[in-house]
């Protein structure tokens, strides 16, 4: 039926969730059915959408036909939304890919299931984002970048052309990369940083230029 809207799940009910239905609502395509979040918040409200069940719930969603989307923010460790994303895949759940209508996504950019594209993101030509990603408010992804998957890239990052990211990275609010710089798998680029230079050891980069801390 035109018009038809998808039945959407949210998995995770913080602040994220808080912006993610702000840009699910301006799409108009989802009826937002409900969020799964911790046992004891169930009956509670997260803006004007309840909390209807927990993610050991997800099973009986996934049989009743229902969309997903997985709204649990990502700081440092995207452990908790990769794992949330393999039981959705397992459970061969459909998957929800959201563009905010005021984000600039080419046409000849492709992005991969569960990712969710917020308020003015510009995404180029050429460029690949894998699943299950946040690319939030603001932040530019030029031409022929390749993102992998479980990635956050923050508020106002630029990810300049033809960089590459690897799976489960973290980029802060404001971080710069430089043209063709490559980042390796589980890297953390703090905010405000400048990466000049191809990093691949795991860790947290920070400062201009960024260079490698020891983690706490």
Do not use: W
């Not at 690949?128 to 992804?141: D, S």
């Amino acid at each position: 039926m035109a018009g038809q809207k998808d039945n959407l799940i949210l998995i995770g009910g913080g602040g994220h969730c808080k912006s993610c239905i702000d840009v699910i609502e301006g799409t108009a395509l989802f009826h937002i059915a409900g969020i799964l979040d911790l046992p004891e918040k169930k009956g509670a409200k997260v803006l004007n959408y309840e909390v209807i069940g927990s993610d050991e719930e997800i099973p009986q969603f996934v049989d009743q036909g229902y969309t997903f989307l997985i709204t649990l923010g990502q700081i440092r460790s995207a452990k908790v939304r990769k794992n949330l994303f393999h039981r959705l895949q397992a459970l061969n759940a459909k998957i929800a890919t959201i563009y905010a209508t005021g984000a600039y996504v080419s046409r000849y950019a492709k992005l991969g299931p569960g990712t969710i594209v917020m308020h003015g993101v510009m995404i180029n030509a050429g460029a690949t984002i894998g699943e299950n990603c946040i690319l939030n408010t603001g932040c530019t992804i030029e031409h022929d970048v390749q993102i992998g998957s479980h990635c956050h890239i923050s508020t106002q990052a630029v990810i300049n052309g033809d960089c590459k990211v690897g799976d489960e990275v973290f980029i802060g609010s404001n971080a710069t990369l430089l043209s063709q710089v490559e980042v390796g798998s589980q890297v953390i680029i703090g905010a405000g940083s400048l990466l000049l230079k191809t990093v691949f050891t795991q860790g947290t980069y920070v400062g201009n230029p960024a260079k490698f801390i020891e983690d706490e």
